[in-house]
Protein backbone atom coordinates (compact mmCIF):
# COMPACT_ATOMS: atom_id res chain seq x y z
CA UNK A 1 0.00 0.00 0.00
CA UNK A 2 1.65 2.72 -1.29
CA UNK A 3 1.12 6.35 0.67
CA UNK A 4 -0.69 8.81 -1.45
CA UNK A 5 0.06 12.38 -1.55
CA UNK A 6 -2.02 15.85 -1.77
CA UNK A 7 -0.69 19.32 -2.00
CA UNK A 8 1.15 19.80 0.84
CA UNK A 9 0.75 16.35 2.73
CA UNK A 10 1.71 12.34 2.38
CA UNK A 11 -1.08 10.00 3.80
CA UNK A 12 -1.58 6.54 4.13
CA UNK A 13 -5.35 5.98 6.27
CA UNK A 14 -7.00 2.83 5.80
CA UNK A 15 -10.15 2.24 7.80
CA UNK A 16 -11.88 -1.11 8.14
CA UNK A 17 -15.31 -1.06 8.31
CA UNK A 18 -17.98 -4.02 9.22
CA UNK A 19 -21.95 -3.29 7.96
CA UNK A 20 -24.06 -5.73 9.41
CA UNK A 21 -27.60 -6.22 8.86
CA UNK A 22 -29.86 -5.58 11.41
CA UNK A 23 -30.40 -8.54 13.78
CA UNK A 24 -27.64 -10.53 12.00
CA UNK A 25 -30.60 -11.88 9.34
CA UNK A 26 -28.80 -13.98 6.98
CA UNK A 27 -30.47 -12.19 3.58
CA UNK A 28 -27.24 -11.23 1.79
CA UNK A 29 -26.91 -13.36 -1.43
CA UNK A 30 -24.10 -13.32 -3.81
CA UNK A 31 -25.56 -11.26 -6.31
CA UNK A 32 -26.38 -8.46 -3.68
CA UNK A 33 -22.52 -8.29 -2.45
CA UNK A 34 -21.49 -8.47 -6.59
CA UNK A 35 -24.45 -5.27 -6.33
CA UNK A 36 -22.62 -3.70 -3.03
CA UNK A 37 -19.18 -3.81 -3.97
CA UNK A 38 -19.85 -1.39 -7.27
CA UNK A 39 -22.11 0.82 -5.24
CA UNK A 40 -19.40 1.15 -2.80
CA UNK A 41 -16.73 1.97 -5.01
CA UNK A 42 -18.93 4.13 -6.79
CA UNK A 43 -19.29 6.30 -3.75
CA UNK A 44 -15.81 6.01 -2.53
CA UNK A 45 -14.66 7.30 -5.97
CA UNK A 46 -17.15 10.46 -5.37
CA UNK A 47 -15.22 11.13 -2.41
CA UNK A 48 -11.72 10.60 -3.29
CA UNK A 49 -11.39 7.42 -1.17
CA UNK A 50 -10.58 4.03 -2.34
CA UNK A 51 -12.66 0.88 -1.75
CA UNK A 52 -9.31 -1.22 -1.57
CA UNK A 53 -11.18 -4.69 -0.63
CA UNK A 54 -14.55 -6.00 0.09
CA UNK A 55 -15.48 -8.87 0.98
CA UNK A 56 -19.01 -10.39 2.67
CA UNK A 57 -21.17 -12.79 4.01
CA UNK A 58 -25.10 -13.23 4.54
CA UNK A 59 -25.29 -11.35 7.20
CA UNK A 60 -22.51 -8.80 7.26
CA UNK A 61 -19.86 -6.84 4.48
CA UNK A 62 -16.45 -5.71 5.31
CA UNK A 63 -14.72 -2.41 3.65
CA UNK A 64 -11.44 -1.88 3.57
CA UNK A 65 -10.92 2.10 2.25
CA UNK A 66 -8.04 3.53 1.53
CA UNK A 67 -9.31 7.27 2.84
CA UNK A 68 -8.66 10.56 1.85
CA UNK A 69 -8.19 13.52 4.97
CA UNK A 70 -10.06 15.77 3.23
CA UNK A 71 -13.31 14.08 4.11
CA UNK A 72 -15.49 13.86 6.71
CA UNK A 73 -15.31 9.71 8.40
CA UNK A 74 -18.82 10.51 9.31
CA UNK A 75 -19.85 11.91 6.22
CA UNK A 76 -18.48 9.14 4.61
CA UNK A 77 -19.69 6.41 6.57
CA UNK A 78 -23.48 7.82 6.19
CA UNK A 79 -23.08 8.43 2.60
CA UNK A 80 -21.72 4.70 1.92
CA UNK A 81 -24.65 2.90 4.24
CA UNK A 82 -27.65 5.60 2.52
CA UNK A 83 -26.35 4.86 -0.77
CA UNK A 84 -26.28 0.77 -0.58
CA UNK A 85 -29.81 0.68 1.36
CA UNK A 86 -31.67 2.97 -1.36
CA UNK A 87 -30.36 1.50 -4.62
Known amino acids: ?12 VHLHM ?3 TKYRRKVLTAAML ?3 SEIFAHVCIKTKCRLTEF ?3 ADH ?4 VDFHPD ?3 S ?3 GS ?4 SSRI
Open 1 to 12: MQPRKGSHSVFS
Open 61 to 64: VHLL
Open 75 to 77: ALI
Open 71 to 73: NNL
Open 34 to 36: DRM
Open 18 to 20: VFV
Open 55 to 57: NGE
Open 80 to 83: LKSA
